[in-house]
């Protein structure tokens, strides 16, 4: 697997894994889409990487958020 590029520092990181781990596991999965869609590319796979979720609980929670816009 490559090395994904570390777009946040070590402190804002832990403080968004402190904020998550206190979610539920719907709010924490649509978090972590939030936060997936900011970084764009490469997105899903570090903040799966850094909450500790699957790739496809992150797709999953942009697929959700995608259906309620529309």
């Known amino acids: 697997?490559?090395?994904l590029v570390q777009p946040y520092d070590k402190d804002t990181e832990e403080y968004m894994v402190l904020f998550s781990e206190n979610l539920t596991e719907k709010d924490r999965r649509h978090y972590a889409a939030v936060e997936a869609k900011k970084l764009g590319h490469g997105g899903i796979e570090y903040i799966a990487c850094?909450?500790?979720l699957s790739v496809k609980t992150v797709a999953r929670g942009l697929d959700e958020l995608s259906k309620k816009s529309s």
């Open 1 to 3: 697997m490559p090395k």
């Open 50 to 52: 850094l909450f500790d």
